[in-house]
C-alpha cells in the first residue's frame, strides 16, 4: 500500500531543515526557521492538489482532503508538530540509514564516543532486519516529530493518488512550537474543522496513548539583596545561593531520574539570574490535579526552609497551567479509541495502551473541543543525539492513517 522509499525520502528531506524552537523567546513561532518547513509542507500540499491548504501568519499549516463517498462521515484531523527540541542541536541533521540492522552496536560517525547499543536499547532486539535512520551523533534526529509530518504527508499523496480509496473528510494540521509548550497557542478549532483528531507523535510501534500527565509550570524566583562583596557583611543575601540551596532540599524521590510508570515528579529546566535575583524554572507533572496540587505544596515547604536560612531574602513561586490530562474527555468519546483499535487491527497491530510520562498538542486540542488520542510514529530516544526511528514502523504509522479513515467510512 505504502511506497516505502517514498516515505524515507520525505522524512529525510523534512529533518534537515533546521526547526529548533526557543523556549527563551517571546514571539509566535519561537523561531522563524520553522516557517521554513511550513511553506515546504505548504508547497507540496498544493502540488498534490489538496484543497484549502493555508500557512498562516502564525506558521500553522491547515489543508482538507474532501470527502469522496455520499455518505457523511464526521472530519477526521491528522497532526503532528514541526519544531525540535531545544534539548540538542537541531541544525545541519546529517541522517544515516542503517539497513536490514543486524542487531549489533550502531556507531554515530559524527562522534566516534557515541554508540547506540541493544544494551541500552533493549527495543532493538525486536527490530533486527529493520532500517533504521539515525543521526551521525552531533544532533538529534527530529524524528520527534517528523516522522509524524512524513507519515501524514505520505498518507495524503497516497489518497490523492488513489480516488478509489474511499474516505470521509480529512483535515491536515502541523503545529510550531510544541517542544515548548506553546503548539496550539494559536490554533485555530474552527477552521481545522474536525470533530476528532489523531496527532501521530508517540514512540514505539504499536502505542496507543490516551492518558497525559496534568502539566503546569513553576518560576520560582529568589530575591535577594545585592552589595559591593567588599562591604557585604551582614547585608548582603545573594539569591544565587537561595535558589542553590532551594534546588538542594527538593525531594529527590520525586524528581524524573528517580520516578516512573504513574509517578509525580517536579523537575527544574533552567537557572539564570545574578545575587539580587535568581529564577529556577521548573515543571511539575501527574496524571491527577490532585497530584500536581501535592508536588507545588511540597515547592511551598522548601520556600520556607530556604527562607528560615535567609530570612531577609524573599521567594516567590509562580504556577501557571499548561495542559490537563486528556483521559477525562476522551473516556466520554469511547468511539474515538475504537477507530483506532480497528485500524490497528487491520494493519496487523496489537496496540500498546500505556499512559503518555509528557503531553502532545493533543493534550490542550482535546479541552479545546477536539477530541485527541496520540498514535506511534516512531522515534525512539526523542530529544537526544542516539534518537532514531525505524523505517517500517513509519510505514505501519503510514498505514494506520489510512486504515482509520477506511474504518470510519465502513462504521
Do not use: W
Request: aromatic letters at 8%.
Amino acid at each position: 500500500m505504502i511506497n516505502r522509499e517514498e516515505l524515507l525520502e520525505r522524512f529525510t528531506r523534512y529533518v534537515k531543515i533546521y526547526t529548533t524552537s526557543d523556549e527563551e523567546s517571546t514571539t509566535f513561532p519561537s523561531t522563524k526557521r520553522q516557517f521554513e518547513l511550513a511553506d515546504l509542507l505548504t508547497a507540496e500540499l498544493k502540488e498534490m492538489g489538496v484543497k484549502d491548504v493555508e500557512r498562516d501568519e502564525y506558521g500553522y499549516v491547515y489543508a482538507r482532503i474532501p470527502a469522496n463517498v455520499e455518505k457523511h462521515v464526521a472530519p477526521v484531523g491528522f497532526i503532528a508538530h514541526m519544531d525540535t527540541a531545544p534539548a540538542e542541536s537541531g541544525e545541519n541533521v546529517k541522517p544515516q540509514i542503517v539497513r536490514n540492522y543486524d542487531g549489533g552496536d550502531i556507531p554515530l560517525p559524527g562522534d566516534p564516543s557515541l554508540v547506540i547499543s541493544p544494551k541500552e536499547n533493549p527495543i532493538l532486539k525486536e527490530l533486527v532486519g529493520n532500517d533504521l535512520i539515525t543521526t551521525d551523533g552531533t544532533t538529534l534526529l527530529g524524528a520527534d516529530d517528523k516522522a509524524g509530518i512524513a507519515e501524514i504527508m505520505t498518507a495524503t499523496a497516497y489518497m490523492m493518488a488513489h480516488p478509489e480509496f474511499k474516505h470521509g473528510e480529512i483535515r491536515i494540521g502541523f503545529t510550531p512550537d510544541e517542544e515548548v509548550g506553546r503548539g496550539v497557542d494559536h490554533f485555530d478549532v474552527e477552521k481545522f474543522g474536525a470533530k476528532f483528531a489523531y496527532t501521530m507523535d508517540g514512540g514505539r510501534l504499536g502505542e496507543l496513548e490516551d492518558e497525559t500527565f496534568c502539566a503546569d509550570s513553576a518560576d520560582i524566583i529568589c530575591r535577594g539583596i545585592n552589595v559591593h562583596p567588599g562591604y557585604a557583611k551582614d547585608k548582603m543575601v545573594n539569591a544565587i545561593r537561595m535558589a542553590g540551596l532551594f534546588m538542594t532540599l527538593l525531594d529527590e524521590k520525586t524528581l524524573p531520574e528517580t520516578t516512573e510508570n504513574r509517578e509525580d515528579y517536579y523537575h527544574a529546566t533552567g537557572i539564570k539570574g545574578m545575587e539580587n535575583e535568581t529564577v529556577i524554572s521548573m515543571i511539575v507533572r501527574s496524571f491527577t490535579v490532585s497530584g500536581l496540587k501535592d508536588r507545588e505544596k511540597d515547592l511551598e515547604r522548601v520556600r520556607r526552609q530556604v527562607l528560615e536560612k535567609f530570612p531577609k531574602g524573599e521567594i516567590e513561586i509562580v504556577i501557571k497551567e499548561q495542559y490537563r490530562n486528556m483521559k477525562e474527555v476522551l473516556d466520554e468519546n469511547p468511539e474515538i479509541l475504537e477507530t483506532a483499535k480497528k485500524a490497528f487491527e487491520k494493519a496487523g497491530i496489537t496496540p500498546i495502551r500505556k499512559p503518555i510520562r509528557g503531553g502532545t498538542d493533543g493534550s490542550r486540542l482535546t479541552f479545546m473541543g477536539i477530541p485527541t488520542p496520540n498514535i506511534f510514529a516512531g522515534s525512539i530516544n526523542m530529544h537526544s543525539k542516539k534518537e532514531f526511528a525505524s523505517l517500517q514502523t513509519m510505514e505501519k504509522s503510514t498505514e494506520v492513517i489510512l486504515h482509520i479513515a477506511s474504518v470510519l467510512v465502513e462504521a
